[in-house]
């Protein structure tokens, strides 16, 4: 079966169990899904590793 046969929120049903590791560890992010003609392209998640607290940046020790 061909992705673009599947709906699209069946499409985005196995996107988030593709990122659903990644996201189990992060604490912030943005997930980021390109579609184009009900069909999902590219799909992941960008995240900054660096928080800043106070006018501090620090790293974060766990994800």
């Known amino acids: 079966m061909k992705i ?3 709906s ?4 985005l049903d196995l996107v988030f169990k593709e990122l659903d590791h ?4 992060l604490d912030s992010g943005v997930v980021f899904v390109q579609i184009r003609n009900n069909v999902i392209g590219k799909f992941g998640i960008r995240h900054n590793p660096i928080t800043g607290r106070d ?3 620090d790293v974060e020790e766990g994800g």
């Open 8 to 11: 699209l929120a069946r499409q």
């Open 55 to 57: 006018g501090q940046m």
């Open 4 to 6: 673009d046969q599947l």
């Open 22 to 25: 990644e996201l189990s560890g």
